[in-house]
């Protein structure tokens, strides 16, 4: 069974920084793309980050800059390092995993078969 637990969030103050941790398991066919998701109150669910299996990247306009998505195979982890947070940064972030190969962005909801839980991320003013 698929699992992914992200890890990181908590309280922080404006123009400070987090860092998230995404671990997944089991492993069984050719990760595509993973990426980070985030669902702030009373709005949908929207990509902040992915990275495709050959390590590409893209990010959402707004984080740009800010935020960066990385991760260690090895591992089985994922990771985003948030700086310069502001109250819009507040949110549930998730991470998402896709097995299923598309040429455009991996940034719909759909394209990704498994999500975690959901970390919570407070930016206070």
């Known amino acids: 069974q698929v699992q992914l637990t992200e890890s990181g969030g908590g309280v922080v103050q404006s123009g400070g920084s987090l860092r998230l941790s995404c671990v997944h398991s089991?492993?069984?066919?050719?990760?595509?793309?993973m990426g980070w998701f985030r669902r702030a109150p009373g709005k949908q669910r929207t990509l902040v980050a992915a990275?495709?299996?050959?390590?590409?990247?893209n990010y959402a306009e707004s984080m740009k800059g800010r935020f960066t998505i990385s991760r260690d195979n090895a591992k089985n982890t994922l990771y985003l390092q948030m700086n310069s947070l502001t109250s819009e940064d507040s949110a549930v972030y998730f991470c998402?995993?896709?097995?299923?190969?598309?040429?455009?962005?991996?940034?719909?909801?759909?394209?990704?078969?498994?999500w975690g839980q959901g970390t919570q991320v407070i930016v206070s003013a």
């Open positions: 998402a995993r896709s097995e299923e190969y598309y040429s455009a962005w991996y940034g719909p909801v759909p394209y990704y078969e498994y």
């Open positions: 089991a492993i069984r066919f050719p990760i595509n793309a």
């Open positions: 990275v495709r299996r050959d390590g590409s990247e």
